[in-house]
Structures are given as structure tokens and as C-alpha cells.
């Protein structure tokens, strides 16, 4: 009897080794766990992001030594247009134009005066991305030696577009000028599933852009 129970005992002392998966458990749970917070940060982060989009027409009582108009849509190169006329400022440049469109084909977009597309506009078919706008329109700007424009695109690439130019041309006045699409549905934009995707991809490009722009 005093053997089987010294045996009982023993048993009951002896510990079960642990298994393959036992020691990666805290760090998968370290790693769900950091993938939920990066996951409401970037959701919380989204939604600051869309409260904050321009959903009122600018001013139009600033000038600028130029107008910059970044393509994407025939509103912006309508009201950079629109703004020359006015007299917001000396010249533009249209940035980022498909190779395959003529400038009398922009001329007919905007129509009005062709002298003074003629004489004031200029065009850069060079960029392909925001980012090429930026140096595209770095380099007009510095060889004019402007020290202000008037920055023209639609208004939820106003963010973006301005971190990639200030990092182009530091020093130089970056004064926005958002541009509304019928399309783009800013309140309510949850109900409406095309809004929602441009939004999201736009975000994504901000916060890789801010993040690429840190790390230089």
C-alpha cells in the first residue's frame, strides 16, 4: 500500500511538457494585439481624415504669382481657368496632362480666349503621379522664380497634394484652392460605395505619403 501510494504521488507531481505551439502564444497574441490597435488607428484615423476634407469653396480674394492645376478632371482645369481670368494670378500650369492631348484640345475644354490660353497657360505632360506633379511643378515654379501659387485640384487630394509640393519647393506659398465634383459625396459618404473607395484609397496615399516624408 505505502508503494502504490509513494507511485500516486509521484504522479501527481510529474508536469506535461509543453507543446510545439505553447511558447508562441504570447507572441501571437502580441501580434493580434497590435494588429487591432494599428486597425483602429488607421479606422479612427480615416474618419478625422474625412471630417476634415474642404467642403466649402475657397476665398477668391487671395492672388498668387501662379495657378497650378493638377489634372484629374475637367472642373480643375475649369477653374484654374476661371481663376486666370480673374486675374488671382500672372500664369498656370496645367500638370500632369496625357501626352495624347493637345493643347487646343485643353484650349477647347476651357474655352473663353484662346489669346490668353495662348499666352498664359502652360502645360507639363511630364508627371504621371502626384508626385511627379510635384517636381514638375517645382521646376516651372523656380524657373519663373515664384514664391506663391494657387494650388487647384479636387478637395480630397488637397492633402496629399500639398505634402508633395511643400516637400518639392519649401519656401514657397501654398495657398489651396479646392474643386468639387458632383460625384463626390462628402456627407454621407457611407452611403454611397464609390465615395467610400476613393476616400479609403485616398487616405491610404496620404499616410503613405506623410510616412515617407518622416522617414527623409
Known amino acids: 500500500m505505502a508503494r502504490t501510494s509513494a507511485t500516486g504521488k509521484a504522479g501527481e507531481n510529474r508536469q506535461t511538457p509543453p507543446g510545439p505551439d505553447g511558447p508562441r502564444r504570447p507572441f501571437l497574441r502580441l501580434v493580434v494585439g497590435l494588429a487591432a490597435l494599428a486597425l483602429a488607428l488607421y479606422v479612427g484615423g ?12 475657397a476665398a477668391n480674394d487671395g492672388k498668387a504669382d501662379g495657378i497650378v492645376v493638377l489634372t484629374g478632371g ?13 486675374g488671382r494670378a500672372k500664369r498656370m500650369l496645367i500638370s500632369g496632362v496625357n501626352p495624347e492631348v493637345k493643347a ?9 480666349d484662346r489669346g490668353k490660353f ?5 502645360i507639363g505632360w511630364q508627371a504621371i503621379d502626384t508626385i511627379g506633379n510635384a517636381e514638375e511643378t517645382a521646376n ?28 518639392a519647393m519649401p519656401g514657397v ?11 463626390l ?3 454621407g459618404w457611407w452611403n454611397y460605395p464609390g465615395t467610400t473607395r476613393l476616400l479609403v484609397s485616398e ?10 516624408l518622416r522617414a527623409r
Do not use: N
Open 74 to 86: 475637367p472642373e480643375r482645369i475649369a477653374e484654374g481657368y476661371r481663376l486666370l481670368v480673374e
Open 104 to 112: 487646343r484640345e485643353l484650349a477647347a475644354l476651357v474655352g473663353g
Open 173 to 183: 506659398e501654398i495657398m489651396p484652392h479646392p474643386v468639387f465634383q458632383d460625384k
Open 140 to 167: 516651372w515654379v523656380h524657373k519663373r522664380d515664384y514664391r506663391s501659387i494657387i494650388l487647384v485640384t479636387s478637395t480630397y487630394h488637397l492633402p496629399r497634394a500639398r505634402l508633395e509640393l511643400r516637400r
Open 46 to 57: 480615416f474618419f478625422v481624415f474625412t471630417a476634415l476634407i474642404d467642403r466649402t469653396p
Open 185 to 187: 459625396h462628402l456627407d
Open 203 to 212: 487616405y491610404t496615399k496620404y499616410l503613405l505619403t506623410l510616412t515617407h
Open 118 to 122: 495662348d499666352c498664359c497657360i502652360d
